[in-house]
Every structure is written in structure tokens, then in C-alpha cells.
């Protein structure tokens, strides 16, 4: 058969593949240009970026659990002002989509850095990390409470022409009511999952092993829990949707798609192997051609009951 057609489209977001690499496990993508080729991906999400700098948390802060990892890194990133003067001159020599994860502590901050970022011709779009605590709210993590979810995604909705995905908290207990606020509030997709929270305690020393006591769980102890929530808001939402959790290899990301997964996030196993991404993508084509699959669009939610 002819070569298939791999290219998806996430709210006007063109894809040469549903590949992409999820926020804080690629850098900023020039980091991982010495080791594949940025051409052959979908997409890349930046590192979560904040107004100002921030130094993230105390170390350790990453830990191997079973199946898995648990990170607290804290959202670590240069800023605004330092990713448009330091990042934006690399991102401006590949065609591959950037989309930029941004997260703030109060609404101001996110339609700031919405607004600021909406100027950047780069920026392909912006990811919505609603993982963080209201401050002016008594720490209230805007990605657990419907009401904070609709308000931040107004906010960066109002302040940018942009598309606007929403990346969601399993942390959760109903994730489709979440979802329908974010949809209500104006996002044009939405990313799930975000990590789970754990802990690791190191028996030896009788003491958690992050110095931050949690941290998100990710990689392929999670994939279960990523698929349910996948399949679950695509027969809610009439949004695209990006899944993310576990997805290691081609047959993850395709069973992703089948949940009604539009394209998917390629995480925890770019540590694993930083040419991860690229051989998903890669795989995922060797089996469209194998099953005489002419377009992987003809995979989205065709999971059979």
C-alpha cells in the first residue's frame, strides 16, 4: 500500500504525526536536537513556563518506583523573559509545532503569560497546567475545584487568540466534570492525564525519599488509569483530546487512540530513551502499513464494545 497518512489536527494545530512530547520531560526542545530528528515528531510541549524564574524544589526530587517514577521537581523553568530572549531563537528553526505549557498561582499570572505569549509567532499554542494552587484562594489547586478550572481557562482563553488546551488532574474525583468546565470555559482541547500523586519512603533511613514528601507518579504504572479517563471524557466532551500516561511505545499510543485519544504525550520514556518519541512515531506508521491502515485518523475512538 501507499505510505499512510499519519497527520492529525488539534484545534487548527496541524500534525505531521499524533506524536508530541509532554511538558517537563523534553526541555525546551533543543535539548533533545543532538539525539533525534525534531522533524519527525508531531510536536513538542515545553517545560511549564512562569512569569518569573523559579529554582523548583529542594533535591531529591526524583525517585524510580516500581513501574514507574516519581518526580517533585517543582516546575523548575528560566521564565518569560529568558525563554523569548534564550529558547524562541531555536524554536524558530524547526517546522515542528511548539506548544507552550504555562502555569501561574493566581488568574493575573496566567492571562499574563497568555498575553505576553499570544505576541510570539512560535508559539504553535499553550497547554494549561491547572495542576497549582490558587494562592489568593487558600491554596485550592485550580484543577480540582470546577468553578477555579473555568475561571483560569477564561482567563488564558480571553487573553489569546491561541489555541488553548487544558491539561487535566487525575486527582480527581470525576474527571468529566472537570473536562465540562474547562469545555465550558472556552478550551479548544484538552491533555490528560497530569501525574498522579505518591510517595516513596526509603525503609533504611525511616523518611520519604523526596525531600518534598510527594511527587507525581508517572510512567507505565499509570497507563491504566490514563486510558479509563481518556475513553471516559471523549464520550463526554466534543473536544480533541491528548493522552498522556504510561505511553511507551507504539502499541500504548494506538490504544490511546482507540480510547478517543486524537494524539498523544510521549513522557517518562524520553529518560529512558531520548529517541523515544521519534520511534513511536515511526512504529505507529510500520503498523498502519502492516494492518493495511491508510489513515490513522480511522483509529480515533474505534474501540468496540
Known sequence: MNTPDLSVEIAGIKLRNPVMTASGTFGYGAEFARYMDLESIGAIITKGLSLRPKAGNATPRIVETPGGMLNAIGLQNVGIDAFIADKVPFLRTISTPVIVNVYGNTLEEYGELAGRLDRIPEVAGLEVNISCPNVKQGGIVFGTDPAAAYEVVKMV???????????????V??????????????ADALSLINTLTGMAIDLAKRKPVLANIT????????????????????RAVQLPIIGIGGI????????FMLAGATAVQVGTANFLDPTAAQTIARDMERYLVEQGIADVKELIGALRS
Open 248 to 255: 511507551m511505545s507504539a502499541t500504548d499510543a494506538l490504544e
Open 173 to 186: 474525583t470525576d474527571v468529566v466534570v472537570m473536562a465540562n468546565a474547562c469545555a465550558d470555559a472556552g
Open 215 to 234: 511527587g507525581g507518579l508517572s510512567g507505565p504504572a499509570i497507563k491504566p488509569v490514563a486510558l479509563r479517563m481518556v475513553w471516559q471524557v471523549a
Open 157 to 171: 482563553r480571553d487573553a489569546t487568540i491561541k489555541p488553548v488546551i487544558v491539561k487535566l488532574s487525575p486527582n
